[in-house]
């Protein structure tokens, strides 16, 4: 029964899906400097309630300050809502509340929420570029064989000549996709629900995810982003009081990344052995060995959080250069991708045109 009132709660407030970190960032920020201000935690929320422009958002702060009027701790109204605060948002503050340092660790948690959503920030404006340019090429492609290439065939048809092969390639493919777009509709809409379809089995994902680490260059890109997501949790994790299995299982399967869920959790499994987590983490090909050497150096320390947050700042700069690197590598890639795609297309229209004595000479 408690697991079941959560889930109704939380499908009465309208927009809960639409709750964004730009939300949430803002939310525990304001918390977190209220409580250290003096107020008290039902007062914090009364006022951040009366702020929220966001309705979605306005129920849940209700529904948390009438939980806490009712004695309940602020984390078990946290875990009301699943689908705006995770699980390591809720162990963190449960580790808090225990410990006595509520406001400590949701400053801590604004703080690495923030970080965490500018590292995000910078990989999606990497990718918007790429992105947009092969979605501008793919529609004047389309544009210009659906609308442009017809004409052409036209203009020939006249003159009693078969057209150059890229000439006659273009207008086969122009009068299928004219004659038979619902095909096309239908098979482009197919094989992308049908990849989703693939993409949410454990087999596919975990397939997917193995494929993008081999990648050239989006597979290092993609451990560092991991690598730097799991320095982070995991050194605030610690630092607020969360127990290290506690905090291994959610910092796993905050990565995003199948591959190297399933490694965290291998090496969670060796720490209960009595390993420790250097140790345990050694072996694993998606983690690096810088990484797991500044962790063992932090363990001989014992300032293993210190460390954490380390690595996390080192891999943010790496992924800030990597990305750096990708954009400039592309920019070229791309020109000549859009070339090569819209001149190819430009040129077989044109070709009978080049060779018109020929074709008007039956030759």
């Known amino acids: 029964m408690a697991d079941d009132r959560p889930r109704s709660s939380q499908l009465r407030i309208s927009g809960i899906r639409q709750i964004k970190k730009r939300e ?17 935690i039902l007062s914090t929320l009364s006022t951040l309630e009366d702020q929220s422009s966001h ?7 209700k529904t948390l300050r009438e939980n806490v009027e009712s004695g309940s701790p602020f984390s078990e109204g946290l875990r009301r809502f699943p689908k705006v605060f995770d699980d390591m948002y809720v162990n963190m503050v449960s580790a808090g509340e225990k410990s006595g340092q509520f406001a400590a660790v949701l400053k801590r948690l604004s703080i690495m929420m923030d970080a965490s959503s500018r590292l995000s920030r910078k990989v999606k404006s990497a990718m918007t570029y790429p992105t947009v340019i092969l979605s501008l090429a793919l529609i004047i492609a389309m544009g210009l064989i659906t609308f442009v290439v017809p004409i052409f065939k036209d203009m020939f048809a006249g003159f009693g000549a078969s057209l150059p092969g890229p000439t006659q390639l273009l207008v086969t493919v122009s009068d299928f996709m004219r004659h038979h777009w619902l095909v096309v509709i239908l098979g482009v809409g ?14 596919g994902r975990l397939k997917f995810d193995h494929f993008l680490l081999r990648l050239p260059v989006f597979g290092p890109l993609t451990q560092k982003v991991a690598v730097a997501r799991f320095c982070r949790l995991f050194a605030q994790m610690l ?38 987590l250097s140790s345990s983490l050694e072996g ?15 363990e001989k320390s014992g300032r293993i959080d210190e460390m954490l947050e380390s ?49 008007v000479g039956g030759h």
């Open 284 to 298: 694993k090909h998606s983690l690096p060995m810088l990484m797991i050497r500044m962790i063992a150096a932090g």
């Open 239 to 276: 630092t607020s009081g969360v127990p290290i299995l506690d905090a291994m299982y959610v910092v796993a399967r905050s990565m995003g990344n199948k591959v190297i869920e399933g490694e965290i959790l291998s090496a969670r499994s060796s720490i209960e052995q009595g390993n420790t």
């Open 55 to 61: 309705p979605g958002f306005k129920l849940v702060l």
């Open 311 to 359: 690595v996390a700042e080192t891999y943010d700069d790496e992924v800030e250069t990597t990305l750096s690197t990708l954009t400039s590598l592309m920019e070229p890639f791309l020109m000549v991708f859009l070339g090569v795609i819209i001149g190819g297309i430009v040129v077989a229209m044109f070709l009978p045109i080049f060779k018109l004595g020929t074709v």
């Open 190 to 203: 197919g094989s992308v629900y049908g990849f989703r379809k693939w993409l949410s089995t454990p087999g």
């Open 24 to 40: 949430l960032i803002p939310f525990t920020r304001q918390t977190a400097g209220m409580l250290n201000a003096g107020m008290s």
